[in-house]
């Protein structure tokens, strides 16, 4: 991936993309240029993924992710991370799934790491879950976890496999 992406990234940023490209290897990300209305954003054309990071929190981008995802024709994410990523701010993904049927954007979602070490992106709730992994974004319809318990571990997990990314990537 081009340097250039991560001179104007904050750390947290630049942490939290690594955290989803290690899922989609082998794929070799190129910057996004242009006026997507996104944040930061990289493309992962094997995978037909976009992945767009920024600290801000709110939910500012639905518009943008939307109308990204139909003019590119891919699925696209965005990592809203705050600037202390799961230890003072919750991280949440919005993701905009690229259909036949019309575009399906599912927000607020929360990294779950799995007990067979996949990644997901489950919502609050028990409502629809996407996998991210080497076929790209795969909608999940049931929630990958069985109880409670294993709901707590997994969000637990990926949480401070975030934190211990971001402490790695500020200290150099």
């Not at 639905?62 to 995802?69: K, N, W």
């Not at 990592?79 to 991280?91: C, L, M």
């Not at 049931?142 to 637990?156: I, M, N, T, V, Y």
């Amino acid at each position: 991936m081009s340097n250039m992406i991560y001179e104007t990234l904050p750390t947290a940023s630049v942490a939290l993309m690594h955290y989803v490209l290690a899922e989609l290897e082998p794929d070799e990300p190129d910057q996004l240029y242009g006026n997507t209305g996104l944040p930061a954003a990289v493309d992962f054309p094997v995978h037909d993924v976009i992945v767009s990071v920024t600290p801000v929190t709110a939910r500012l981008f639905d518009q943008a992710l939307l109308r990204c995802a139909a003019a590119r024709q891919r699925d696209v994410m965005l990592i809203r991370h705050g600037f202390h990523p799961e230890t003072i701010d919750p991280v949440r993904v919005d993701v905009v799934l690229h259909s036949v049927g019309g575009p399906l954007l599912l927000t607020d979602l929360s990294f779950f790491r799995h007990r067979d070490r996949s990644l997901h992106l489950v919502p609050d709730d028990a409502g629809r879950s996407v996998k991210i992994g080497d076929g790209g974004l795969e909608l999940g319809l049931r929630p990958p976890w069985d109880s409670a318990w294993d709901r707590a571990a997994g969000l637990e997990s990926a949480a401070a496999q975030i934190v211990l990314a971001c402490r790695r990537r500020n200290r150099g």
